[in-house]
């Protein structure tokens, strides 16, 4: 029976790889992405499912699931070529990915499946520092965190829920970290840029640590995640990790300019 270790959530800036190499040492971000990298390294996990908002790499308006499991072999990237990035190639793990899906199926999520996959700066930006040289397994789950209608944020904790009684119930013996990849409140390139929505990042933050996921899923409306910038979505990935933590409070969180870094252990 496979376990889940760990979950954590971090953010995806793809300027801090490059940051990091300018500035070795000098970047909050770059300090608090080692606090997490250590607490997946104690976990020893054998596997990383991610859970991600697809920047319009391999989905687009004409074809924007709300839930998609990633089974392809490997995939690489980030496609990107805007911002300095290593390239890396992630490998997959299709038996369970292909399980995950069919389990998800039976449990009412109409969920879609990728056989093949170009990655962005938004999955791989994790895994570049807590999966170092890429040497574990990812299985991505995606999520649509920017195209309206967002899938409801309730559906998002029942996602995760479901995720963990998967987890739980895969004959193999993984040792299994969950990754939410993403922002709290943030715009990028639209009318609120250089803003940020501090309260509600605030009132995001104090909510996790207080383990009151449901009522984050609850106040998180499309409505409230719009106005806090176009990429605020992607709460919808920390909503969907929350899910599966079941009553346990992280044991950390730290917010940076509406990003945060979190980590949950269950041994």
């Excluded at 770059?30 to 499912?49: F, G, H, S, T, Y």
């Excluded at 859970?51 to 391999?58: A, C, K, L, Q």
């Excluded at 700066?121 to 570049?128: K, Q």
Aim: glycine share 8%.
């Amino acid at each position: 029976m496979a376990k889940l270790v760990l979950a954590a959530g971090v953010p995806h800036p793809p300027r801090l790889v490059y940051e990091m190499a300018q500035a070795p040492g000098k970047t909050r971000g770059e300090a608090l992405m080692k606090q997490v990298r250590e607490q997946v390294e104690k976990a020893e996990p054998d596997l990383i499912i991610e859970v991600d908002s697809d920047h319009f790499v391999n989905f687009f308006y004409n074809n924007l699931p709300s839930f998609c499991v990633g089974m392809a072999e490997e995939a690489e990237g980030p496609q990107e070529t805007w911002c300095p990035m290593p390239r890396y190639t992630v490998r997959g793990n299709v038996p369970l990915a292909k399980a995950l899906f069919r389990y998800g199926v039976h449990n009412r999520f109409d969920l879609a499946a990728a056989h093949e996959l170009r990655l962005d700066h938004s999955l791989v930006v994790p895994l570049h520092f807590l999966n170092p040289g890429m040497e574990l397994p990812v299985v991505p789950i995606y999520t649509n965190g920017f195209a309206s209608p967002l899938p409801l944020a309730s559906r998002c904790l029942a996602l995760g829920r479901m995720l963990r009684k998967f987890i739980e119930a895969w004959d193999g013996k993984e040792r299994i970290a969950l990754i939410a990849s993403g922002c709290f409140a943030m715009d990028v390139g639209g009318p609120l840029r250089g803003w940020t929505d501090t309260e509600w990042a605030e009132t995001i933050s104090s909510l996790l640590v207080k383990g009151r996921y449901r009522t984050l899923a609850r106040r998180a409306t499309e409505d409230r995640i719009n106005a806090a910038g176009n990429n605020s979505g992607e709460l919808l990935n920390w909503i969907t990790v929350s899910g599966a933590v079941g009553k346990t409070r992280p044991l950390f969180l730290e917010g940076d300019e509406g990003n945060g870094y979190a980590v949950w252990k269950f041994e």
